[in-house]
């Protein structure tokens, strides 16, 4: 069975740090591109970062101002976002996401798994 785990979410104060993690199994953590999206209260989910099975960052939105890093362990089939310097504005649930990469023959457009998030609260 494929499940995908997040953990690391809670309260933090502005300005605080917190680092969440995401653990995959069931599948071929290696063969798919991993990324972390989020959800307000009230509004769309958006993507945060991407990274690729070899390390590199796909994309990015928070990341490009320097506050959020996300890394992989294939080994441990784990994939981390880093969050500084935390806003209220950073408030939401989020969400680990994991994509087969298109060029691998055995890769279909339905290997595509979610977790069921992980609420992160930034408040004094």
């Known amino acids: 069975q494929v499940h995908v785990v997040e953990s690391g979410g809670g309260l933090v104060q502005p300005g605080g740090s917190l680092r969440l993690s995401c653990a995959a199994s069931g599948f071929t953590f290696s063969s798919y591109t991993m990324s972390w999206y989020r959800q307000a209260p009230g509004k769309e989910r958006e993507l945060v970062a991407g990274i690729t099975r070899n390390g590199g960052m796909t994309k990015s939105a928070d990341s490009m101002l320097g506050r959020f890093i996300i890394s992989r362990d294939n080994a441990k089939s784990t994939v981390y976002l880093q969050m500084n310097s935390l806003k209220p504005e950073d408030t939401a649930v989020y969400y680990c996401?994991?994509?087969?990469?298109?060029?691998?023959?055995?890769?279909?457009?339905?290997?595509?798994?979610w977790g069921k998030g992980t609420l992160v609260t930034v408040s004094s």
């Open positions: 996401n994991a994509v087969c990469i298109a060029e691998l023959p055995y890769c279909t457009s339905d290997m595509s798994y």
